[in-house]
């Protein structure tokens, strides 16, 4: 199969993952807040495929789901969301583009798009709420990023690094191609 094919169906994977895995959740907000399971395909589609895809993946994804699930709201969370999300495969995909082939480079790349999603969507929705003269503190966006998404933050440290490192090892993985 070419690398191109394999990227668009991994994207194209991955972008369904964003839709589905948040009904584990039922779609209980509060514990997709949690959970943060739409995270998880856009931060392997930037290892996967790249740091294009994962962009792409990670703005289209809670748009999509919002506009025909309903789940995120669409204003602010979604396009909040948009940002943070495209963040997250592009900073993913790069850094393990650029760093060395070794596991714990995965691990960088993981927490580095981690901390750079979580600010952008800090600056978003600081400037979203702000746009309605509403008030959003750093413990706000301390608790909205940090505090209530710690268990989704240890789930992805825990698995997307054994995931990527399977598909490496199965010969699955963009490496930088």
């Given at each position: ?25 039922a779609n209980n907000r ?99 709420l702000g746009l309605f ?45």
């Amino acid at each position: 199969m070419n690398n191109h094919l394999k990227k668009v169906i991994f994207a194209a994977l991955c972008l369904a993952l964003c839709i589905v895995l948040p009904f584990l959740t039922a779609n209980n907000r509060m514990l997709g807040n949690i959970l943060c399971l739409m995270h998880i395909p856009v931060l392997l589609c930037g290892f996967l495929c790249g740091p294009w895809w994962g962009l792409a993946v990670g703005a289209i994804a809670p748009i999509l789901r919002s506009a025909t699930i309903g789940m995120p709201p669409m204003y602010p969370t979604a396009a909040a969301m948009a940002f943070e999300l495209a963040v997250y495969g592009l900073v993913s995909g790069l850094l393990y583009r650029a760093l060395p082939k070794k596991p714990w480079s995965i691990y960088i790349a993981l927490i580095v798009a981690m901390l750079a999603g979580r600010i952008v969507s800090g600056a978003v929705q600081f400037a979203f709420l702000g746009l309605f003269h509403t008030k959003y503190s750093l413990e706000t966006f301390l608790t909205a990023s940090f505090v209530t998404p710690w268990p989704g933050i240890l789930l992805q440290i825990a698995l997307i690094p054994p995931i990527v490192l399977a598909l490496k090892k199965a010969g699955l993985t963009d490496d930088g191609k």
